[in-house]
């Protein structure tokens, strides 16, 4: 029993060690996200400086239109290195796999914890056997009294023309209607070719433009955004999406934007609804550059 003590001390105080360095890794993560943001803001700023110093000395008068008439959508997000922000996401992904390797092993010396209690009460009754003392009275006659269930009759073969239970799984999501990326690569393309009704369609009737702008002052807007340029390619990459509830996704992916006179490059996230038997934008925000 006194080893059993001395283990339980031990386990114990891995357990906390553990839980420690698991709470230290975690806060050293939040402090390298803090950086890595805070560095890319910086970087930002500084490229949107040297980006509208550049244009405003050589850029000719359709660019510079074309770069204010983009509004938020564009203008606040500049070019931006494509390897170097998939290098981040890597290592914030290997700092984030550090801290659940962490708490894997503290969650196991908690269960092992808890279950130290029983294996020290059935060395104890062994303990007592080997001696001569008989367990206690108390535990023999609860395993006497107490009868085996019977065995549990089989269930009877179902009827295959009876209706299906409500029980039964639910059907997977999105059965038998278009995929998300599917309606997201439409949509693109309705950009890339400029065809600004297609475009419009994909939005759904509860969209706000972002800002606050009324819907019909946000629509005229992207039309003179997309039938000025001579040409447009709009291509994804990375389109990651999930589920968010009945009826709605969340897609987010990697947009480049090329036209004869401006292009960059941003990560973008659509909130998404199913509404007039298709998937429709509900929302749409940039959240950095790509």
Known sequence: LEQSRDERRRLETELNSAAAEADSLRRELE?????????????????????????????????????ESRGPESASTPIADPTRLRKLSAGRRSWIGVAGVG???????????LAWPGEEKQRATGHASTNGVAPPAADAVESQSTPEAPPEPAPAPSDPRATPSTATSSPVPD????????????????????????????????????????????????????????????????VEVLDAGPDRRVASFVQYYTSDVFSDVVVKTLELVWEREAWRIASERVEGPG
């Not at 708490?103 to 914890?113: E, H, I, K, N, S």
């Not at 038998?176 to 950009?191: K, L, T, Y």
């Not at 297609?198 to 019909?216: I, K």
């Open 31 to 67: 402090e390298r996200t803090a950086a890595v943001d805070r560095e890319r803001a910086a970087r930002q700023a500084q490229r949107q400086v040297t980006e509208r110093s550049a244009l405003s000395e050589s850029s000719t008068p359709a660019m510079l239109a074309e770069l």
């Open 103 to 113: 708490l894997v092993v503290a969650a196991a010396g908690l269960a092992l914890l």
């Open 175 to 238: 059965a038998g209607r278009p995929s998300v990326e599917e309606m997201v690569a439409a949509w693109a393309d309705s950009w890339s070719r400029q065809g600004v009704e297609d475009y419009l369609d994909h939005y759904a009737a509860e969209f706000q433009p972002p800002g606050g702008v009324p819907r019909e002052r946000w629509e005229a807007e992207r039309r003179d955004r997309i039938l000025r340029p001579a040409s447009i390619n709009v291509t994804l990459a990375d």
